[in-house]
């Protein structure tokens, strides 16, 4: 099966991990601290806080911006649960908008007429790897006086105009599973240029404990005091290690991840019954996922064909606010975002990673046009 991701691990990486193994320190060593450093300085941001998913890092948000039971927050349906799930973690209120037909991006029409006296917060999912319209986005936000904060999972390497995601909104969450754009096996970051929020975060991930291990042990101290409610959110050294190596090819991941898409976009923008999603101009994409719409409603057989062909396509996302939990506990209900809903009995998601090679990719160009013209050839 051609994978629609996967990360990219090299012996070098290899190595860096099992140099943390032979070393003192697997978790909130110094691997930590260097792997955030990392991360700060290639989006322009302060400050970074580590954590062990990108859920917990939405997670970290949520709590340092305090949002708690009488709070609304307005976030994209069309993306992972996760979002979503971290304003619910705090007691608040998620409020699901709709997105753009065309990017399938927050649509920041949608979210100016669900904000009320209760809104604090927008998150801008950058879907895909693109990044939001943060210049509208960031206008609603002032007027309103609404923190304006970044989903950027899909989106570490993406630029919007000269800012890279990650260094736009007051703090972004990335995620670091497998199939992202840097791996860490699992793991999360926040960045920001807010220092209070920052250090928020990092008593937030270790228990809301002031000091963690490595400070006592510098502190020559064993006493510690728990001044608010947190979680182990702590990521490893190990994981760290990884880390600091994936940043440094990055860049290079990212200009492979265009390519491909700038491939698919040549030999796929004239084919019967299938749509590209429109890319804003003047900012650097990140393709973490490719994604097409298939028209006519055969989303789902188009989707079979190609599993059995070998094409290993997704589809992201299931709408949040369709999930029976969100209908059951906040009410949601089909109809609320018609873009959206649209968009998900469409959507399918091609292959793209760095390892993806030409003749792979050439497999699925033809698998995907024989399936769409009904010519399925099945797998030797
Ligand atoms: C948009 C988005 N937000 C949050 C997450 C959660 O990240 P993690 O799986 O690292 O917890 C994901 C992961 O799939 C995601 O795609």
């Not at 630029?159 to 995620?175: E, L, N, P, Q």
């Not at 937030?204 to 510690?224: K, M």
């Not at 700038?262 to 923008?269: E, F, M, T, W």
């Not at 393709?287 to 055969?298: D, E, I, Q, T």
Request: proline share 4%; charged share 20%.
């Amino acid at each position: 099966m051609i994978p629609y991701g996967r990360q990219q691990i090299d012996d070098d990486d290899i190595a860096a991990v099992v140099d943390v193994l032979k070393s003192d320190w697997l978790t909130t060593g110094p691997k930590v601290s260097e792997f955030e450093r990392a991360v700060a300085e290639f989006v322009g941001a302060e400050h970074a806080v580590a954590v062990n998913s990108g859920t917990a890092a939405l997670h970290a948000m949520m709590a340092a911006l305090n949002i708690g039971r009488d709070d609304e927050v307005i976030v994209p349906t069309l993306t992972f649960a996760a979002t979503a799930n971290s304003v619910v973690y705090q007691g608040g209120t998620p409020v699901f908008a709709d997105v753009d037909p065309e990017t399938l991006l927050i649509c920041p029409d949608s979210v100016e007429r669900l904000i009320t006296s209760r809104t604090r917060a927008i998150v801008a999912v950058d879907y895909a790897g693109q990044p939001c319209d943060y210049t509208r986005l960031k206008q609603i936000a002032d007027r309103h006086q609404l923190t304006l904060l970044s989903d950027g999972c899909h989106a570490l390497g993406a630029s919007w105009h000269d800012c890279r995601v990650g260094s736009i909104a007051r703090m972004t969450s990335f995620s670091f599973h497998p199939v992202k754009p840097v791996t860490t096996g699992e793991g999360g970051m926040v960045t920001t240029n807010d220092a209070e929020l920052a250090t928020r975060m990092r008593v937030f991930r270790n228990h809301g404990i002031v000091t963690d291990a490595r400070q006592r042990e510098e502190q020559g101290t064993w006493f510690y005091q728990m001044q608010s409610l947190g979680f182990n959110y702590r990521i490893s050294d190990v994981q760290c290690a990884l880390g600091i190596r994936q940043m440094q090819k990055l860049p290079g991941w990212i200009d492979r991840r265009n390519q491909i898409a700038d491939r698919y976009d040549r030999y796929l923008g004239a084919v019967a019954d299938l749509t590209l999603l429109k890319r804003n101009c003047g900012h650097r994409h990140g393709f973490h996922l490719y994604v097409v719409r298939v028209a006519g409603g055969r989303r789902n057989q188009v989707f079979q064909t190609l599993r059995e062909n070998g094409v290993g396509v997704n589809v992201h996302y299931v709408p949040v606010h369709l999930h029976p939990f969100y209908q059951e506990r906040f009410g949601t209900r089909a109809g609320i975002c018609p873009e959206a809903e649209a968009a998900f009995d469409e959507i399918l998601s091609l292959p793209v990673h760095p390892g993806l090679t030409t003749e792979q990719q050439d497999t699925v160009i033809q698998q995907l046009t024989q399936a769409l013209a009904g010519r399925h050839s099945r797998a030797a």
